[in-house]
């Protein structure tokens, strides 16, 4: 199953405290800063982790049902919330994506690879009635930006939070 080989290799990846975005220096290295409201800890999926079969046939789908080639996603991120780690409400979308050559994340997918007793939501305050409760080999797809007079701009609709789990983790 592929969520079960995924899982796998979440559990035995060399998980770091997540970080938020700080400066770019002269060599264009975003600085990585830890904060207060992004508590779990992540790997970017790369390497050994972009091979994953499971990993491939996912990036397959997702490519299809979005009409998006693979080669314009990012790495995968793979995140794990244990009991009472969140991360507050944002958008992932930075001012700065909107400069960047590769511009502003459009798309972002959640695959939850665990069910979790209590807790662990993904929140939508801006959007009535979208709490999403993590289920394993669930997906939740949602795009940042909005089309205005032919440019993107942040569509604050979609900004979200990771609730704390309160029973078990999420990942």
Same mark, same amino acid.
């Given at each position: 199953?592929? *969520?079960?080989?995924?899982?796998?290799?979440?559990?035995? #990846? *060399? %998980?770091?405290?997540?970080? !938020?975005? !700080?400066?770019?220096?002269?060599?264009?290295?975003?600085?990585?800063?830890?904060?207060?409201?992004?508590?779990?800890?992540?790997?970017?999926?790369?390497?050994?982790? =972009?091979?994953?079969?499971?990993?491939?046939?996912?990036?397959?789908?997702?490519?299809?049902?979005? =009409?998006?080639?693979?080669?314009?996603?990012?790495?995968?991120?793979?995140?794990?919330?244990?009991?009472?780690?969140?991360?507050?409400?944002?958008?992932?979308?930075?001012?700065?994506?909107?400069?960047?050559?590769?511009?502003?994340?459009?798309?972002?997918?959640?695959?939850? %690879?665990?069910?979790?007793?209590?807790?662990?939501?993904?929140?939508?305050?801006?959007?009535?009635?979208?709490?999403?409760?993590?289920? #394993?080999?669930?997906?939740?797809?949602?795009?940042?930006?909005?089309?205005? *007079?032919?440019?993107?701009?942040?569509?604050?609709?979609?900004?979200?939070?990771?609730?704390?789990?309160?029973?078990?983790?999420?990942?």
């Amino acid at each position: 199953d592929d *969520n079960e080989e995924l899982l796998k290799f979440a559990i035995g #990846s *060399n %998980l770091k405290r997540s970080t !938020g975005q !700080g400066k770019i220096d002269n060599n264009g290295i975003q600085e990585k800063k830890e904060i207060h409201d992004r508590t779990s800890t992540n790997a970017w999926c790369m390497g050994k982790c =972009g091979r994953i079969p499971a990993m491939i046939r996912l990036r397959k789908k997702v490519s299809l049902m979005l =009409g998006i080639p693979e080669n314009n996603f990012e790495a995968a991120q793979i995140l794990r919330y244990d009991e009472g780690q969140l991360y507050a409400t944002h958008n992932d979308i930075g001012v700065l994506d909107f400069k960047s050559p590769a511009g502003p994340r459009v798309f972002t997918m959640f695959v939850y %690879l665990n069910n979790v007793e209590k807790g662990g939501e993904t929140d939508f305050p801006r959007l009535p009635n979208t709490l999403v409760k993590p289920r #394993s080999g669930q997906a939740v797809l949602w795009s940042s930006v909005q089309e205005v *007079n032919g440019e993107f701009i942040p569509d604050p609709r979609t900004d979200h939070q990771a609730k704390p789990p309160l029973n078990g983790n999420v990942k």
